[in-house]
């Protein structure tokens, strides 16, 4: 399939993931990340573009809607490959059990949240304050760079216990906590849900090696695709918005290999 538009490392296809994913070359992926409408029930707008994600209330026409995709996105991946597919509280659970019935429930590796806790809180409720990520390996054995997920660990270590702990901290949880970028930051486009680089960052890490592939295709203004490409991986975007891969070819363009 020809690319709308291409770079050192990168290409970005114009149109519904539904056909793109239909010709991109099978087993060719080591990471598939989608971060796709998340049934607000609203249309999505931002300073730099917009999105529907208005579904009727129809759960069930939006489940089927994302796992025909998904499952359209299944035979890119290679044997160690993985797809990590970021949705919220509204339907995240509906997702999951179609996913299962795609990847099969065994293939389910981890529920990954991404807490946040930014914002103002609720008076009547818990704040929610994380996104939920869905992590499926094609196969048994997906890739896991278990040195790349280390955080610095909790308590305080005495020194003469030094030697039983590993220098560069702990292998993280399931709990990824990773502030938004204020509005001001350099990497803040003014996407509608535009996610963080530090959280794309740490993903591409923690599931590729260098040299893979890294598909994302809702990629919205390119984030998954800037810190692939930045972290030496290359890139594979897509998205039914013109404005969206304007931004992300312009994100691209200063990312460097
Ligand atoms: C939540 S945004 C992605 C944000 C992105 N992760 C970022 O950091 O900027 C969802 C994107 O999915 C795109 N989209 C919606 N339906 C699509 C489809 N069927 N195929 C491809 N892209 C789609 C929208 O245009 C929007 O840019």
């Not at 971060?35 to 607000?40: E, I």
């Not at 103002?120 to 890739?143: E, F, Q």
């Amino acid at each position: 399939m020809k690319p709308r538009e291409r770079g050192d490392g990168w290409e970005l296809h114009r149109g519904d993931c539904l056909g793109v994913a239909a010709g991109l070359e099978p087993s060719s992926f080591a990471l598939i990340y989608i971060d796709p409408p998340f049934f607000t029930g609203a249309r999505r707008s931002g300073e730099r573009g917009a999105y529907g994600d208005a579904w009727g209330n129809d759960v069930a026409r939006y489940t089927d809607h994302i796992g025909e995709r998904i499952a359209a996105m299944k035979p890119l991946l290679h044997e160690r490959g993985s797809i990590l597919v970021h949705l919220d509280w509204r339907a995240v659970h509906y997702v999951k059990v179609r996913c299962d019935a795609i990847f099969g429930a065994n293939r389910f590796m981890n529920e990954i949240v991404w807490s946040y806790n930014s914002g103002g809180g609720s008076k009547k409720r818990y704040g929610r304050k994380h996104d939920t990520i869905l992590w499926y390996g094609a196969g048994p054995n997906p890739v896991f760079n278990a040195d790349a997920a280390r955080v610095p660990y909790d308590a305080v270590i005495a020194k003469k216990r030094a030697h039983l702990f590993h220098e560069r901290g702990k292998v993280s949880g399931d709990v990824l906590d990773v502030s938004r970028p204020p509005n001001h930051a350099k990497e803040w486009v003014g996407w509608p849900d535009q996610k963080p680089l530090a959280l794309l960052d740490r993903l591409v890490r923690v599931h590729t090696n260098e040299g893979d592939r890294v598909g994302d295709f809702f990629c919205g203004s390119g984030t998954t695709l800037v810190a692939a490409v930045a972290a030496g991986r290359s890139a594979v975007g897509a998205d039914i918005s013109e404005d969206a891969l304007r931004v992300s070819a312009e994100r691209l363009a200063g990312a460097g290999r």
